[in-house]
């Protein structure tokens, strides 16, 4: 049986990337759960996602989260604050 895939958007309509369906989903409420109720810049948001989902994703985990960030920045549930330091938070 072959693995479903997702193709992502990019928030500057760049290509999106292929990937596997099941990788997409995990990554995706790893992150929405981390910036719920709280904004995070990019390190602290990455280094929860490395701390909680280290031993359960067998890949990369910054690859893949730097690619669902910016999949679910072009599909408007998260966005960056215009603060400094810039920070992302649930739409």
């Known amino acids: ?3 479903e895939k997702i193709l992502t958007k990019h928030p ?3 290509s ?6 099941h990788k997409y989903e995990t990554m ?11 904004e995070l810049t990019h390190t602290e948001l990455f280094n929860q996602l490395n701390k909680s989902l280290k031993g359960k994703f067998s890949d990369n985990i910054s690859w893949y989260a730097e ?4 999949d679910l920045e072009a599909r ?3 966005e960056r604050t215009s ?4 920070k992302y938070r649930l739409k």
């Open 67 to 70: 690619t669902v960030k910016l």
């Open 16 to 21: 999106g990337r292929n990937i596997s369906k």
């Open 76 to 78: 408007k549930k998260i």
């Open 28 to 38: 995706k409420q790893a992150i929405v759960e981390t910036l719920r109720n709280k």
């Open 1 to 3: 049986m072959t693995e």
């Open 12 to 14: 500057l309509g760049k």
């Open 83 to 86: 603060s400094k330091p810039q």
